[in-house]
């Protein structure tokens, strides 16, 4: 087994570094206020509707307000127009099925079974995420109805009030964010991304003046490391723009992060600059506001030659990889005038928008977590029913809901579920029933204590991935408790039992998705940062297909797979901080790693996308047959170097030597010379362009990874 060649920084002693853990994800941030209050506003809106007017399914009405609301407006807005596909399919399907099977207890069984693993399965394999997960979320929430021994029509009703309850939290939802998006004038993902860049900038201003770094600029760095950039790529993965503009953007949000997390460090580095150091700080500052001046008008960066050249830091090294990231920017957008050129999802090339995601209806990855999915919920299912107590049909719905999380999430989420459980049930839930519902006698007074609750949970929610989900959890248990009923309950017996049914279905939950088909986060983040290399380099080598079609195709879905081992990368980065094992200290070396080389390997994927085209001789992309011979003799030795790395991580069965990349380099010279023979200029200087860029990136990552990764002491 290969091992990491760097010390991981020693954690400090006992549990202080807790409450350090805490009071950054807990700090405010710019805009966190704002967004806490368009969740917990549209949540209590939605429940003053459904108790004055007793409206069925209040508490999932009010936890759909509430976790909607957290998504951008442009996602909001696909939601809401998405309702009307995944509701009316549920609804149809819901009562078409028991028209089927309700005379027949065995039958109905094996079709709700059935049910649950096209519901799990679907949510992992199609495409439009918002259709599938409300198509689940009905289904989920009216199970129990169709189970109760009463005539066919109040189920029918209650499975229609289920439709109305959603989408009247749905339009509150949207409603509050168009209001608030009008009155802000901002964009989701370009806005967050400027922040970082100006933030990063802020703090190269005071290196290049000679001037201490002011508080709230290293506290602003800090705040944004810690917070991560899963909400920028939850926006980008839901977003209705096309597959390319998601490739690119993705690799800007990852460069934008991985800015942060070396600014945020070189805060806590000592030292004075130089002349010659502030000349050239100033210069990377510079750039990073060009760059934020044009992305913020949706312009492309534009990559110019000085870009290919970098300055030495001997004093500041982690200037030079601000430096080297800054400048990988523009390269992401290689090929393209300027972001309006992206077209809506689906109609890239001309095509339509799939039901499917490119490769995932047989992603063995999908099927576990429809299995996985399907046996949690049947377990609780037969459970409630064997035992005859329906009050706990709570732990199907938080099978579900927990469910929503777990694609690509890290295990530690189950930790958080737990405790969101026990806070929102046990001690906010039951302790409200006991101290304070009994001296409430009015909607305004409860109002009052859901918005209490509310903004403590959503204040949590808006966390980073490492705690976000505590806060949906507390809010998910407290609804369950109070919001079933149009009374307050006198009795705990209620409350306990919903209590029971959620801490029910996270055990099992647990059970199913912790311990089978799973593995170490440690273990499987190598494994999907290795795979991720190795797709890359058979990206590299394409097409592998003579018809321009069919490379077209191919092309499309392993980028898809591309990108999804990527954001799989990521989350299995946050799960190992909290695994412990005697490989805990391994693993952690190995993350912060990854977490240096992943930018700088989608900064090479996209730009690949764009060396592609001229490998398929797109329109504008079109180059001599001679060149195109050569570059795909450079392209397979570049795509051999890769799973050289890829070996050198996985295992250490490869010695990353100087003579691959010394003949990409002659090959690069070749190709450089046929190029500005038979090219135009201007063509060819863009064509070159792109191949130095690709080749520095790459010969430098090889270099950076046989650093990094000794070889076994046996080799």
């Known amino acids: 087994m290969a091992s990491i060649a760097q010390s991981f920084p020693p954690s400090r002693g006992g549990f202080s570094w807790v409450w350090d853990w805490l009071s950054g994800e807990l700090a405010p941030y710019p805009g966190r206020v704002a967004l806490v209050a368009r969740m917990v506003t549209a949540s ?6 459904c108790m004055t007017f007793r409206v069925p399914f209040a508490p999932y009405g009010a936890i759909y307000a509430l976790t909607l609301s957290r998504e951008s407006l442009e996602a909001t807005g696909n939601a809401v127009r998405m309702f009307a596909i995944g509701f009316l399919l549920a609804g149809a399907y819901v009562v078409a099925g028991a028209m089927l099977v309700l005379g027949d207890p065995i039958l109905r069984l094996v079709w709700v079974i059935g049910t649950f693993f096209l519901i ?29 021994p009463i005539s066919p029509d109040p189920k029918v009703t209650g499975t229609l009030w289920a439709i109305g309850t959603i989408t009247i939290a749905s339009l509150i939802a949207l409603l509050l964010e168009i209001a ?57 993965h839901r977003s209705s723009s096309g597959q390319q503009y998601g490739q690119e953007m993705g690799a800007v949000v990852a460069l934008a992060g991985r800015l942060v997390d070396l600014a945020a460090n070189l805060t806590h580095l000592g030292g004075r600059t130089s002349a010659s150091d502030r000349e050239g700080i100033g210069r990377v500052a510079d750039r990073i506001a060009e760059i934020r001046d044009q992305l913020t008008q949706g312009l492309v960066p534009r990559l110019a030659q000085s870009d290919l050249e970098t300055d030495d830091w ?9 430096e080297r990231t800054v400048l990988l920017i523009p390269k992401a957008f290689l090929g393209y005038e300027a972001l309006g050129v992206f077209a809506p999802a689906g109609s890239e090339e001309g095509s339509r928008p799939a039901v499917f995601a490119p490769g995932a209806l047989f992603n063995p990855e999908h099927l576990k977590f429809g299995l996985r999915g399907c046996l949690a919920a ?18 199907v719905t938080t099978c579900f809901l927990t469910a929503l999380t777990t694609i690509g999430a890290s295990r530690q989420k189950q930790a958080l579920r737990i405790g969101g459980a026990l806070l929102g049930g046990l001690v906010i839930g039951l302790g409200a029933q006991i101290f304070i519902l009994p001296s409430i006698d009015s909607i305004v007074g409860f109002a009052l204590l859901f918005l209490s609750v509310g903004s403590f949970s959503a204040w949590i929610a808006t966390s980073s991935p490492r705690l976000s989900y505590l806060g949906v959890q507390i809010f998910v248990a407290f609804c369950l408790i109070n919001l079933q009923e149009f009374k307050f309950q006198t009795s705990l017996t209620v409350g306990r039992d919903r209590v029971l049914g959620i801490l029910l279905g996270l055990f099992v939950m647990w059970l199913c998705f912790d311990q089978f088909w799973s593995a170490p986060a440690g273990v499987e983040m190598r494994k999907a940062f290795v795979t991720s290399l190795r797709l890359l380099a058979q990206l590299t080598r394409e097409p592998a297909s003579n018809d321009l079609r069919t490379a077209i195709g191919a092309s499309y879905a392993l980028r898809e797979k591309i990108n999804s081992r990527f954001e799989k990368v990521r989350s299995l980065a946050d799960g190992a901080l909290f695994e412990f094992g005697p490989s805990r200290e391994k693993d952690l070396q190995l993350r912060t790693l990854i977490r240096r080389w992943q930018p700088q390997f989608r900064a090479l994927f996209v730009m690949r996308i764009a060396s ?45 030597t100087a003579g691959p990349k ?22 060819a200087e863009s064509f070159v362009t792109l191949l130095l860029s690709i080749d520095r990136l790459t010969t430098s990552l090889a270099e950076e990874i046989a650093e990094e990764v000794t070889l076994p002491s046996h080799a």
């Not at 949510?123 to 189970?147: K, M, P």
């Not at 993902?189 to 508080?215: F, G, M, N, T, W």
């Not at 001997?314 to 601000?322: K, R, V």
């Open 44 to 49: 209590t809106l939605v429940m003053i509707l």
């Open 120 to 148: 799990f399965y679907g949510v992992a394999v199609t495409s439009n995420y918002a259709a599938a997960a409300r198509f689940g979320y009905l289904i989920i929430i009216t199970t129990t109805l169709w189970d109760r």
């Open 180 to 236: 608030y998006a009008a009155f802000r004038g901002n964009n989701d993902l370009i806005d967050p991304i400027a922040d970082r860049l100006l933030s990063v900038e802020k703090l190269l201003r005071y290196y290049a003046d000679d001037r201490p770094v002011e508080a709230c600029t290293e506290t602003a760095l800090t705040r944004m490391a810690m917070l991560g950039t899963s909400q920028l790529r939850r926006i980008l």
């Open 314 to 322: 001997p004093n500041f090294p982690l200037l030079g990889e601000i």
């Open 378 to 395: 049947s377990v609780c299912y037969i459970l409630y029913n064997a035992l005859f107590w329906p009050e706990i049909s709570t732990s």
């Open 612 to 656: 592609l085209k001229y490998r398929l001789h797109a329109p504008g992309f079109d180059i001599p047959e001679a060149v195109s011979v050569l570059q795909q003799g450079y392209d397979a030795g570049s795509a051999d170097l890769l799973e050289e790395m890829a070996d050198r991580i996985e295992d250490g069965r490869r010695d990353l």
């Open 662 to 683: 010394d003949r990409l380099k002659q090959a690069l010279a070749e190709i450089k010379a046929e190029a500005y023979r038979t090219l135009p200029v201007g063509r």
